[in-house]
């Protein structure tokens, strides 16, 4: 028989007794460190490690004694050590210090050991979850997706594979993938009930699949033996407020703070309780406690705002956006302007929000308002805009021949020469007139650069006639300064595919625009709707990878990913997305 098909030699009674010894130091070991008696471990593991002085497994325990103990670098030492002969590595030295890697803030190093562990150690489950979850964090979403999902249907029974697999659900949130929710942490509660943050954990997977009644019926439950346990009275006052149940909702939350003590997202949930049920002073109240305790949270100072436009102050509502960079609470403040008659603040807050967040709704009310205030420069500005971003979107009474001259003889504002040239020249651009619009644009820009929104329409007219150097230098010269670098980058990206530039263009442009603004997801997205128009769709799912860990937070990369390249994807074995309208490319 040939030897390499031989049976391995069955382990000595000697061998197993050295085993079974080894085993139960290292089971009485666990356990004291899990009673948090420390002292106690590490005098056993000095006694452990002197009758089996290469056991790495105990080694890497006396490491976690000394992690308890704060004792970082003796730790550090006892699993580097495990590494090294005379020991031989165990699947919990490379546990060990991916741990060690991953709490000093490095994914990427924490990612390396779990890998060179799973290169020894292929079908250890531990290593197969840990490097999924760092994959996962450094937004390697195809990989996270398929280690995890792997290392949960191995072993299913496992606590922190259910843990493991339930957060992926939750942080992809896919409608395909949520019902999986419910089961999952079902079964999780079956296996140990007393633990609170599982039972939370249920009822929100409920909450999530439209089952929120089931949720707080969940909750009660477990409030009627524990009814001042802080945790299910905050999470029974939330959903409450979901439920649109406020008064319930605040006096849960009060008697959550009566039990643990006051937080700032209780505040939080206590002012948006206040703000639904039509309550704004107390609601301010509220969100002002909130704010003293995080300052910063942006959160809560946009709900500030939002409560200050339900009390009709917004200007106080003005003072609290300030600082914030959404485009939402603006849009708010613009219609309660409105709404008080002050169309002048409207157009203020209505610009910020288009500047911050171009939408068609925002652009169409602000052509209302410029045109009744008769500003012309800003009116032709934004209708320019609204021709670059949204051009279906333009309604057509904003184009009429009449609104077009109104400005020649309908003023309220003076206009410098350059002004006057630009909106002749756009004028006429609406009219339909575009090569008489073309040489008046050429005039304003260079009597003035009043708006960058010139350089645009020079450049979407110069593609019109097919001269498509002349169009990039008009883009060319916005590039460093422009508000709008992604759509930018894709209109660059359209003239010089269509003017049969390589791909590799396309990327050396992507490479400017990342020299000059900070990455942005639509970059990616735009260079990626160009690979799988052109020859180029091999390169396609490489560029959404790159994507996903450049913004590992951006999950809708990932969605995009599964969509155009499911065999990627890690979803091996699973049904494409169902019921979800198809992912756009663009931008």
């Not at 006057?420 to 575009?434: E, T």
């Not at 020859?535 to 996903?548: D, G, Q, S």
């Amino acid at each position: 028989m040939n030897k390499d098909h031989m049976a391995s030699p069955a382990p000595m009674p000697s061998e197993l007794d050295a085993k079974s010894r080894e085993n139960s130091y290292i089971t009485r070991v666990e356990t004291l460190l899990g009673e948090e008696k420390t002292s106690a471990a590490l005098d056993l593991l000095e006694e452990g490690l002197r009758l089996f002085p290469v056991s790495s497994t105990l080694l890497v325990l006396q490491g976690k004694a000394f992690e308890s103990m704060r004792q970082w670098e003796k730790a550090e030492g006892c699993y580097w050590r495990s590494l090294k002969e005379p020991f031989s590595p165990v699947p919990e030295s490379f546990l060990s210090l991916a741990q060690v890697r991953h709490f000093s803030g490095e994914p990427e190093k924490a990612l390396w050991f779990l890998e060179e562990g799973l290169s020894l150690f292929p079908e250890n489950n531990d290593l197969l979850r840990e490097a999924g979850i760092q994959n996962g964090l450094l937004g390697q979403w195809w990989l996270a997706f398929g280690r995890i999902r792997k290392a949960f249907v191995d072993q299913p029974s496992k606590t922190q594979n259910m843990l493991a697999y339930g957060a992926l659900l939750e942080r992809l949130s896919f409608p395909d993938i949520l019902p999986e929710l419910i089961p999952l942490y079902e079964k999780l509660v079956e296996q140990d009930p007393a633990v609170t943050e599982h039972q939370i954990l249920y009822a929100r997977a409920l909450e999530r699949n439209n089952q929120i009644r089931k949720a707080i019926k969940h909750v009660r439950t477990l409030l009627k033996t524990n009814p001042k346990n802080p945790v299910l009275l905050k999470e029974i006052g939330r959903l409450l407020l979901n439920l649109n149940e406020h008064t319930r909702s605040i006096d849960s939350l009060r008697l959550s703070m009566e039990s643990a003590g006051e937080s700032a997202e209780t505040h939080y949930f206590i002012a948006m309780a206040y703000k639904a049920s039509g309550k704004p002073l107390a609601g301010i109240e509220a969100i002002k406690r909130a704010l003293s305790i995080e300052p910063d949270n942006p959160e809560y100072q946009t709900l500030l705002g939002l409560l200050y436009i339900d009390l009709g102050e917004p200007d106080k509502a003005f003072t609290a956006f300030q600082s914030l960079e959404e485009a939402f609470p603006f849009r708010s403040l613009g219609d309660l302007y409105l709404r008080k008659k002050s169309s002048n603040k409207a157009i203020t807050a209505y610009m910020t929000a288009f500047e911050k967040d171009p939408d068609p709704r925002t652009g169409l009310l602000l052509l209302k308002l410029l045109s009744s205030r008769k500003d012309w420069f800003l009116f032709f500005e934004t209708l320019a805009w609204m021709e670059i971003l949204f051009p279906e979107k333009i309604e057509k009474k904003f184009l009429t021949d009449k609104l077009l001259s109104r400005w020649q003889e309908d003023q309220d504002f003076p206009l410098t020469p350059a002004e006057s040239l630009a909106i002749r020249a756009l004028s006429l651009y609406f009219a339909g007139n575009r090569e008489a619009a073309f040489p008046l644009l050429e005039q304003a820009v260079l009597a003035d650069p009043l708006s960058e929104v010139l350089y645009w329409m020079l450049g979407l007219l110069e593609e019109e006639r097919g001269n498509k150097e002349a169009a990039l230098t008009w883009y060319g010269r916005i590039l460093h300064s422009t508000r709008e670098p992604v759509t930018l980058f894709h209109t660059m990206a359209r003239v010089r595919t269509r003017g049969g530039d390589s791909f590799a263009t396309l990327e050396q442009m992507l490479e400017s625009f990342l020299a000059q603004y900070p990455s942005r997801p639509g970059f990616y997205r735009v260079l990626h709707e160009w690979a799988i128009r052109t020859e180029n769709r091999h390169r396609a799912p490489e560029i959404l990878m790159k994507a996903m860990t450049v913004h590992p937070n951006d999950v809708s990369l990932y969605e995009l990913f599964c969509h155009y390249h499911p065999d990627h994807s890690g979803r091996d074995g699973l049904p494409p997305f169902s019921g979800q309208k198809r992912v756009s490319p663009a931008v």
